[in-house]
């Protein structure tokens, strides 16, 4: 008993010692006027990676709330997360002002990310280059004009997607995020590439992707056996596939209606310059990833709450409701280009800072009971700007939010009036990384209902 207090001790001597001089390395030697937020930075190297996994296997709001408990309602804590030295910002006040400010804060997204989205992804770029591609790309992707031209093909797919899934689960359940997963990879696909779409295996992009969002987040290791080695490799072979068609456009001519990846090919600037391959396949690759997966998580989240709470089918603002409720992306990342002071505190330049979308839709003092589905509550909402960030704020808002919206909205519209859901495991656990899910994938049965 002697020797194990003894160690016990010892353990928590070290233990105290070792993150001090951590604490010290990161904070003890920033000299400005106003402070560092309040917060830890964990263990050297980790940081507090392990205590943010542990949180997100089941309790992913844990997180943020254990912060507010040791530190208070700051609205700004101080971390160390996915590599970096980090501040923590989770109001929508600190949000909007993190988001809005491009002059004191770049994108700063983990390595991983950065390198497998490519150089040449809205991830990558300078300011000044997003503002002149997001300014010649948005008609194509989210003008009125081209979204009511994908209505009809939408219908189409969302239609035969549901056909099969009465069909094939009729033998025996299926995983629908799976199958969410293809309806919405057959959509973004058909709207990029068009009748290209035919000399692309589907399966085999599919599965591509599924290894490229692993790797995203990870560390950014390139040996066998590593998340970001075998993300890597399927970003080559995706590059390859995606240069192909593309070579395929160059050569052809059709004067039907053109895909996305054909607009692309189309655009100039003021001085008529047009986008490089490399700027058109990096977009690509970065919008079917986005486009297919949160399209397909919103759908299947949407579907779960309603079939829940069949009380609200004929509610508006579901689709507000399920963004906010599910979070799809739990955090923005930015970076500090210089030293930023907001609300009294120091976020140093270098320092990481982790817009907390997730923190934001799950605070008492914004939404009430925020646990709950309740679309009722958007009624009458007047919130801050900031308390709301499904798709994120300020100049660096995802281009797609609009169309995965209109993918939603038709495949909800479809499954209401014709189908619906049997879920095999109610109760079966949730996991959170890479996104929001059921651990079963949504096992589950479609019924076509008179």
Known sequence: MIVGAALLVG???VFGIVRRVNEWFYVGRVRTEFPVPPGDMGWPLLGNMPSFFKAFKSQPDSFIYGLHCRYGR???YRTHLFGSPSIIVCTPETCRKVLTNDEQFKVGYPASTITLAGKRSFHGISDAEHKRLRRLIMSPITGHDAL????????EIAVKSLDELVANSMDAPVEL??????????????IFVGSDVDSVDLGLVENLYTHLLRGMKSQPINLPGFAFHKALKARNK?????????DRKRISSRKTRKDMMELLMEVKDEEGRQLEDEDIIDLLLLFLLAGHESSAIGTLWTLIYLTQNPLLFNTAKVIDEMLRRTSISFANFRQAKVDVNINGYTIPKGWKVLVWNRGVHMDPETYINPQEFDPSRWDNF??????FLPFGLGSRLCPGSELAKLEIIIFLHHFLLNYRME????????????LP???DNCLARIIRVA
């Open 382 to 387: 007047k919130g801050k700007a900031g308390s």
């Open 177 to 190: 995020l799976k199958e969410m997963r293809k309806f919405a990879f057959a959509v973004i696909t058909n």
């Open 74 to 76: 700051s609205g700004m």
């Open 437 to 439: 899910r059921p651990s």
């Open 423 to 434: 879920r095999i495991n109610e109760e079966c656990p949730l996991t959170y990384l890479p």
């Open 148 to 155: 009511s031209t994908y209505v009809g093909l939408i219908e």
């Open 11 to 13: 353990y928590g001597i």
């Open 238 to 246: 995706l590059t390859n596939m995606l240069q192909a068609v593309l």
